[in-house]
T-cell receptor
Framework: GAVVSQHPSWVICKSGTSVKIECRSLDFQATTMFWYRQFPKQSLMLMATSNEGSKATYEQGVEKDKFLINHASLTLSTLTVTSAHPEDSSFYIC???????????FGSGTQLSVL | QKEVEQNSGPLSVPEGAIASLNCTYSDRVSQSFFWYRQYSGKSPELIMSIYSNGDKEDGRFTAQLNKASQYVSLLIRDSQPSDSATYLCAVNAVYGQNFVFGPGTRLSVLP
């Protein structure tokens, strides 16, 4: 299957700082990438849909000014958690769609811990 | 609202048995169906995709789709302890739209 690279794998930061997470499709071009958040023992929660060259579409309840998404190229999307707080601590996962059959491949995820 | 439902489990089966995971969806125009496996603390991994009614087999995995009943299932033959994970059902209705994921079924294969 296709490879989606996500880093960092984990990050610990102080409250009030900003954290950037990168998601790259390594062997295919991804016109659309998705960002999810997952709390322990809960299901995936879609945060936003990122389209190359345009503004991201955020799900209801997700603050676009807090979770900044940039999709500047067909292989790279970034999520920046601005002014992170302990309640933002979670597992963040990106995914990218490949091909006509719309298979979705996931990055390895980023565990964010805000102290 | 488009919904995908799964039994949250846990589903426990003995090693070597067949594990049967079920998923129903509400959007009749759904066209693409996927099963993902997620180990604890890891991201989901695609294991099966199915697009037309009937069965699709890949190794120990068989996906079954019945669009009339809006039902898709995953069978795992000769279950192994390493199959213990959460299995997510995902449905995609129309090209260009988002996947809808079910809540996942936690499978435990007992040695």
């Amino acid at each position: 299957g296709a490879v989606v690279s996500q880093h960092p794998s984990w990050v610990i930061c102080k409250s009030g700082t900003s954290v950037k997470i990168e998601c790259r499709s390594l062997d295919f071009q991804a016109t659309t990438m998705f960002w999810y958040r997952q709390f322990p023992k809960q299901s995936l929660m879609l945060m936003a849909t990122s389209n190359e060259g345009s503004k991201a579409t955020y799900e209801q309840g997700v603050e676009k000014d807090k979770f900044l998404i940039n999709h500047a190229s067909l292989t790279l999307s970034t999520l920046t958690v601005t002014s992170a707080h302990p309640e933002d601590s979670s597992f963040y996962i990106c995914s990218a769609r490949q091909g006509a059959h719309e298979k979705l491949f996931f990055g390895s995820g980023t565990q964010l811990s805000v102290l | 609202q488009k919904e995908v439902e799964q039994n949250s489990g846990p589903l426990s089966v003995p090693e070597g048995a067949i594990a049967s995971l079920n998923c129903t969806y509400s959007d009749r125009v759904s066209q693409s169906f996927f099963w993902y496996r997620q180990y604890s603390g890891k991201s989901p991994e695609l294991i099966m995709s199915i697009y037309s009614n009937g069965d699709k087999e890949d190794g120990r995995f068989t996906a079954q789709l019945n669009k009339a009943s809006q039902y898709v299932s995953l069978l795992i033959r000769d279950s192994q302890p390493s199959d213990s994970a959460t299995y997510l059902c995902a449905v995609n209705a129309v090209y260009g739209q988002n996947f809808v994921f079910g809540p996942g079924t936690r499978l435990s294969v007992l040695p």
